[in-house]
């Protein structure tokens, strides 16, 4: 069945547990549709899994398009969300409005995510006020990276934790329709999941969430650049690729392939009257 933004409500209604994964290409947002994941998110985090930056500040509202497009393309099922990249939003409402309505337009997708608390609020609204679902992000906010001084657990002190209430409870209020909780102490994800009545989405943010989103490179062990405390690895993918591609090198150098069973035939007249 189709995941739309009601879906999502109604799984929180029904204390329904959502999944969402992220993946960036045709293929993989396929196998995760069949595989009953709700949402597949597009994140910008396609900064560092794809594109090999450092960090996700670089990536343009053109790479988002790129490969949200072609995730929308393997999601029959899923509701797909496409991450807004750094400075796409945050320099005035009017770019927030034209940006989200492009990758709305160019990808398919059916939500867009931003991130921020109160102070991306009017982007948050006027974007929800042209009928597009909107997602926000709180906590540990990637693109935020540089003002933070580096990856480390938000909301730990009273005031920093009421600041993140204050700011889930304000998004819901602009309008969007799901929010992100990412690296918050586990009881605080689940205090601000009891105070909303929108879904939260837990990364780093323990089980209280109302539902959970990793990104699929690290779950499967794909991406080996960093691994954050949070990520379960569920499978060994990166190792059963790097072994194949160590017997595909040697089979190619030895000659064992291609093999008769890979190869077209012709007939043995026809190159012979070849000169
Ligand atoms: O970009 C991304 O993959 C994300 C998730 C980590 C939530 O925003």
């Not at 337009?105 to 909107?134: F, N, R, W």
Request: net charge negative; charged share 25%; glycine share 8%.
């Amino acid at each position: 069945m189709k995941n739309t933004v009601t879906t999502f409500r109604q799984m929180k209604e029904n204390h329904e547990k959502i999944s969402m994964l992220t993946a960036y290409d045709y293929s993989t947002a396929k196998l995760e549709d069949e595989a009953g994941v709700n949402s597949i998110l597009v994140g910008d985090s396609l900064g560092n899994v794809v594109l090999g930056y450092e960090d996700t500040i670089a990536v343009t509202v053109e790479d988002m398009i790129h490969h949200g497009r072609a995730v929308a393309k393997g999601a029959k099922n899923a509701l797909v969300v496409v991450d807004m990249p750094f400075m796409s939003y945050q320099t005035s409402v009017y770019d927030a409005v034209v940006n989200a309505g492009r990758i709305m337009k160019e990808t398919h997708c059916g939500a867009v995510k931003l991130e921020g608390g109160k102070v991306v609020c009017p982007q948050i609204k006027a974007i929800t006020d042209a009928s597009i679902p909107v997602v926000a992000h709180l906590g540990l906010t990637p693109q935020s990276i540089n003002a933070f001084g580096g990856f480390k657990v938000q909301g730990k002190t009273i005031e920093a934790a009421q600041k993140l209430l204050d700011d889930a409870k304000a998004v819901e209020e602009a309008g969007a329709f799901a929010v992100v909780l990412e690296c918050v102490p586990a009881k605080l994800a689940k205090k601000v999941s009891e105070s909303i009545s929108i879904p939260t989405i837990g990364i780093g943010a323990g089980n209280g969430c109302d539902g959970q989103v990793l990104v699929y490179a690290d779950m499967l062990s794909m991406f080996s650049d960093f691994c954050p405390k949070f990520v379960r690895k569920f499978a060994n993918v990166g190792e059963t690729m790097r072994q194949a591609f160590k017997d595909y090198d040697a089979a190619v150098k030895d000659g064992s392939f291609p093999a008769a069973e890979h190869t077209y035939k012709i007939d043995d007249e026809v190159i012979e009257k070849l000169y």
